[in-house]
């Protein structure tokens, strides 16, 4: 069934409109029964659906679960995510729901966010690509993906009203390019808004955000949807921008939207504008061209396996990993008989069927499992002394350690990085028995390992690894798949060493974003920090060699057409096949700007057989050479030195390039508070104002003098006693030359 959209505005009166762009309950747009509109079901679902069966978040449909954003992106495999958001989709075609609610896209400012486990990365190039995937998979499939949370939405205290103060070099640099890229290359059905203020505005009625960014720079052309409970005053929030309420009780803001629009107090043009895109995201939910196939548990459990064995990171490994056959295993930690395998929230998924490592490892090597600790974190002594035991009477512990879900979840961040003490306790009674320990983690986001990573002989990031974690977690243990998992976050030695360490989560109503650009690994390196596990890290059971870099350019930067062929050749060294990630970082110093020493600008996974070589080709446009000019108001690529590494990861990059670009000089606007400096960079505004001098005056400045007074803007100097030019004068040049 179609219906043509400008004929049911034309149809509609003003009080069908206004319930248009206001929700019809908790998961429904409205519709218009009398004129065939009818209503769009939503349901959450970043990485595994949930269709309410109750009021309570827990009362949800069977779903299968698949790892979180935090898993999945530590794939760092496109491939993957498509093929994850097209099970989303058929499991969401089978459910009745026309829109999934995500990707979540908020960039990690700092490992302590309670949300981060339903977000992909610290980087906004890893974050981006991964989330078009998922969001390209799941509309491949007839369903619409809902973007969020746009933007600046990186912690959960005081999430609804805190004002977030962060330069617009920041959020176009850092916060907004993976929605850009999700925007731009998988054209999300819907864009969700956050609760936050973003500099004294609140997001929803932010018409630079959801007008000037996402449509007039962006071109966006689906519907801003609210999240549920982000708007204050439905008026200014629908001027801005917000074309969707929700959740929504039909009688209240449609109600007042109608009234100022009968009042004249708001154009009916401003209200078409916003009905007219939830028409065409009716319209393209009724049309949706759904392939039929029916959800299959089954395989998707398998696919979401595949996923978790894809998320985990092999951080450390002195060769106790793979497990001998024939090894005797003591099997420790709560979680490997209760796993967390998700986090807490809108995003907690009913799941079909949940795999436990003592069932997956027990069917396939000689295990003793006890469970060492409470999920309390309630000291027990007894629980202690039987895992000591187990480890004496074994060859290796693999001890399973993590957070509990209540410090990790919607709603609340965390205070430090720390493992709950009962567990690094039972560490350390497990190491003083002297048998290798491989220690395996469960979490949402970072934690500190350095304090008791010298206990461990193998450490496995395992993040939240979905319904299927226990059989992928089985699997990488036993050798039987490649841990091809690399960092999508850096995992600092201390949580002060964080770039917005001193800034994280600000006073009450208010967090400045200090740090700028200099966000997770741009900050580290700047700074020179050391850090536990860089960016992008990550070991397999074979080793990669790199060489031969390549840097091929055509085009400029002038005539917008500059395009840099990056090619590495990489080569399985070891004996088995395994997965790299050939990562591309781009450096531009010195700068007019503060730079980052490097920027992830371009990555590949490759899969190779023992002894195999393979040329891995990375295009890099101008914009990985760019950044964002304020004064200019545009992306700027300047003439200099640019440095191409290639690597595993950001900070072994062996393989360097020079690139050196000439650009023409742009002519950069100047303004009342422009300085000295400035002024005589202008040729052609200095002229004109020296041309204001009595004849054959000039204003020559020293070189000595300018190092002093160039900085001053020259409108003040101008007032100063017996200078030859005037306030009057500046403000003329100005009126042709600014």
């Given at each position: 069934?179609?219906?043509?959209?400008?004929?049911?505005?034309?149809?509609?009166?003003?009080?069908?409109?206004?319930?248009?762009?206001?929700?019809?309950?908790?998961?429904?747009?409205?519709?218009?029964?009398?004129?065939?509109?009818?209503?769009?079901?939503?349901?959450?679902?970043?990485?595994?659906?949930?269709?309410?069966?109750?009021?309570?978040?827990?009362?949800?449909?069977?779903?299968?679960?698949?790892?979180?954003?935090?898993?999945?992106?530590?794939?760092?495999?496109?491939?993957?995510?498509?093929?994850?958001?097209?099970?989303?989709?058929?499991?969401?075609?089978?459910?009745?729901?026309?829109?999934?609610?995500?990707?979540?896209?908020?960039?990690?400012?700092?490992?302590?966010?309670?949300?981060?486990?339903?977000?992909?990365?610290?980087?906004?190039?890893?974050?981006?690509?991964?989330?078009?995937?998922?969001?390209?998979?799941?509309?491949?499939?007839?369903?619409?993906?809902?973007?969020?949370?746009?933007?600046?939405?990186?912690?959960?205290?005081?999430?609804?009203?805190?004002?977030v103060q962060v330069s617009e070099r920041a959020l176009r640099e850092i916060y907004l390019p993976a929605f850009e890229k999700v925007v731009l290359s998988a054209h999300p059905w819907m864009v969700m808004c956050s609760y936050n203020r973003l500099n004294g505005t609140l997001v929803s009625q932010d018409p630079w955000l959801l007008t000037d960014v996402l449509r007039g720079d962006w071109d966006y052309d689906g519907v801003v949807v609210s999240d549920w409970g982000a708007v204050f005053d439905r008026v200014e929030a629908l001027v801005a921008g917000l074309d969707l309420e929700m959740p929504h009780v039909l009688g209240n803001s449609d109600v007042e939207v109608a009234e100022v629009v009968e009042a004249g107090q708001?154009?009916?043009?401003?209200?078409?504008?916003?009905?007219?895109?939830?028409?065409?995201?009716?319209?393209?939910?009724?049309?949706?061209?759904?392939?039929?196939?029916?959800?299959?548990?089954?395989?998707?459990?398998?696919?979401?396996?595949?996923?978790?064995?894809?998320?985990?990171?092999?951080?450390?490994?002195?060769?106790?990993?793979?497990?001998?056959?024939?090894?005797?295993?003591?099997?420790?930690?709560?979680?490997?008989?209760?796993?967390?395998?998700?986090?807490?929230?809108?995003?907690?998924?009913?799941?079909?069927?949940?795999?436990?490592?003592?069932?997956?490892?027990?069917?396939?090597?000689?295990?003793?499992?006890?469970?060492?600790?409470?999920?309390?974190?309630?000291?027990?002594?007894?629980?202690?002394?039987?895992?000591?035991?187990?480890?004496?009477?074994?060859?290796?512990?693999?001890?399973?350690?993590?957070?509990?879900?209540?410090?990790?979840?919607?709603?609340?961040?965390?205070?430090?990085?720390?493992?709950?003490?009962?567990?690094?306790?039972?560490?350390?009674?497990?190491?003083?028995?002297?048998?290798?320990?491989?220690?395996?983690?469960?979490?949402?986001?970072?934690?500190?390992?350095?304090?008791?990573?010298?206990?461990?002989?193998?450490?496995?990031?395992?993040?939240?690894?979905?319904?299927?974690?226990?059989?992928?977690?089985?699997?990488?243990?036993?050798?039987?798949?490649?841990?091809?998992?690399?960092?999508?976050?850096?995992?600092?030695?201390?949580?002060?060493?964080?770039?917005?360490?001193?800034?994280?989560?600000?006073?009450?109503?208010?967090?400045?974003?200090?740090?700028?650009?200099?966000?997770?690994?741009?900050?580290?390196?700047?700074?020179?920090?050391?850090?536990?596990?860089?960016?992008?890290?990550?070991?397999?059971?074979?080793?990669?060699?790199?060489?031969?870099?390549?840097?091929?350019?055509?085009?400029?930067?002038?005539?917008?057409?500059?395009?840099?062929?990056?090619?590495?050749?990489?080569?399985?060294?070891?004996?088995?096949?395994?997965?790299?990630?050939?990562?591309?970082?781009?450096?531009?110093?010195?700068?007019?700007?503060?730079?980052?020493?490097?920027?992830?600008?371009?990555?590949?996974?490759?899969?190779?057989?023992?002894?195999?070589?393979?040329?891995?080709?990375?295009?890099?446009?101008?914009?990985?050479?760019?950044?964002?000019?304020?004064?200019?108001?545009?992306?700027?690529?300047?003439?200099?030195?640019?440095?191409?590494?290639?690597?595993?990861?950001?900070?072994?990059?062996?393989?360097?390039?020079?690139?050196?670009?000439?650009?023409?000089?742009?002519?950069?606007?100047?303004?009342?508070?422009?300085?000295?400096?400035?002024?005589?960079?202008?040729?052609?505004?200095?002229?004109?104002?020296?041309?204001?001098?009595?004849?054959?005056?000039?204003?020559?400045?020293?070189?000595?003098?300018?190092?002093?007074?160039?900085?001053?803007?020259?409108?003040?100097?101008?007032?100063?006693?017996?200078?030859?030019?005037?306030?009057?004068?500046?403000?003329?040049?100005?009126?042709?030359?600014?």
């Amino acid at each position: 069934m179609s219906f043509d959209v400008d004929d049911i505005i034309t149809q509609a009166t003003t009080e069908d409109l206004a319930r248009l762009v206001c929700g019809d309950g908790t998961w429904h747009t409205s519709g218009i029964e009398r004129l065939g509109v009818p209503r769009v079901r939503m349901a959450d679902g970043p990485h595994g659906l949930r269709v309410e069966l109750g009021a309570s978040l827990g009362e949800s449909a069977p779903a299968t679960c698949f790892p979180p954003a935090v898993g999945l992106a530590s794939s760092w495999n496109p491939a993957l995510l498509k093929r994850v958001g097209q099970a989303l989709g058929r499991e969401a075609s089978a459910q009745g729901v026309d829109v999934v609610l995500g990707p979540g896209v908020n960039i990690k400012r700092s490992p302590l966010c309670g949300r981060n486990f339903e977000y992909f990365s610290e980087d906004p190039l890893l974050a981006g690509t991964l989330a078009s995937a998922l969001a390209y998979g799941l509309q491949a499939e007839g369903v619409g993906a809902c973007v969020k949370h746009f933007a600046a939405n990186n912690q959960e205290t005081d999430r609804m009203r805190v004002d977030v103060q962060v330069s617009e070099r920041a959020l176009r640099e850092i916060y907004l390019p993976a929605f850009e890229k999700v925007v731009l290359s998988a054209h999300p059905w819907m864009v969700m808004c956050s609760y936050n203020r973003l500099n004294g505005t609140l997001v929803s009625q932010d018409p630079w955000l959801l007008t000037d960014v996402l449509r007039g720079d962006w071109d966006y052309d689906g519907v801003v949807v609210s999240d549920w409970g982000a708007v204050f005053d439905r008026v200014e929030a629908l001027v801005a921008g917000l074309d969707l309420e929700m959740p929504h009780v039909l009688g209240n803001s449609d109600v007042e939207v109608a009234e100022v629009v009968e009042a004249g107090q708001l154009s009916r043009e401003v209200l078409e504008l916003g009905a007219a895109r939830v028409l065409a995201l009716t319209e393209r939910a009724v049309d949706a061209v759904r392939p039929g196939h029916a959800a299959d548990p089954a395989a998707h459990h398998q696919l979401a396996r595949e996923a978790a064995q894809e998320s985990m990171v092999l951080l450390a490994n002195d060769g106790v990993l793979p497990l001998a056959p024939r090894a005797k295993i003591a099997l420790v930690g709560e979680f490997a008989r209760t796993p967390r395998f998700q986090g807490g929230g809108s995003s907690r998924v009913n799941a079909t069927r949940v795999d436990r490592l003592v069932d997956t490892l027990a069917a396939r090597r000689r295990v003793r499992f006890a469970p060492g600790f409470l999920l309390s974190g309630k000291a027990d002594d007894a629980l202690v002394d039987e895992a000591v035991a187990a480890a004496e009477a074994s060859d290796v512990v693999v001890a399973c350690l993590g957070l509990p879900d209540s410090e990790e979840t919607e709603g609340l961040d965390r205070t430090h990085l720390r493992l709950p003490e009962v567990q690094l306790a039972l560490l350390a009674e497990l190491a003083a028995v002297g048998k290798p320990i491989v220690v395996v983690l469960s979490n949402g986001s970072a934690v500190e390992v350095a304090p008791w990573l010298d206990q461990a002989n193998a450490l496995i990031e395992g993040w939240l690894a979905g319904q299927a974690g226990g059989l992928a977690l089985a699997d990488v243990l036993g050798g039987d798949v490649e841990p091809s998992g690399r960092l999508a976050e850096t995992i600092a030695v201390r949580l002060g060493d964080h770039p917005s360490a001193l800034m994280f989560p600000g006073e009450p109503g208010r967090v400045v974003y200090g740090e700028g650009v200099f966000v997770g690994y741009r900050g580290f390196d700047a700074a020179d920090r050391e850090v536990a596990f860089p960016f992008g890290f990550g070991l397999g059971y074979t080793t990669f060699s790199y060489d031969r870099l390549v840097v091929k350019v055509t085009g400029t930067p002038a005539s917008r057409d500059l395009r840099v062929a990056v090619q590495v050749t990489v080569t399985n060294t070891g004996d088995r096949a395994g997965c790299e990630v050939v990562q591309v970082y781009v450096g531009n110093a010195p700068a007019t700007v503060p730079r980052p020493p490097r920027e992830l600008r371009g990555f590949s996974k490759v899969r190779l057989e023992p002894g195999e070589s393979r040329v891995v080709s990375l295009p890099l446009d101008a914009r990985a050479f760019s950044f964002w000019s304020e004064a200019q108001g545009r992306w700027v690529v300047e003439s200099g030195l640019f440095t191409i590494e290639a690597g595993p990861n950001s900070r072994d990059l062996p393989l360097a390039q020079e690139l050196k670009l000439d650009v023409p000089a742009r002519r950069v606007p100047l303004h009342v508070e422009s300085t000295i400096a400035e002024w005589m960079a202008d040729t052609e505004a200095w002229e004109a104002l020296m041309a204001r001098l009595p004849e054959g005056a000039r204003i020559e400045l020293p070189e000595e003098v300018l190092a002093v007074v160039g900085g001053q803007p020259l409108r003040r100097f101008a007032k100063f006693p017996d200078m030859p030019i005037t306030a009057a004068d500046v403000d003329a040049v100005l009126a042709s030359h600014g």
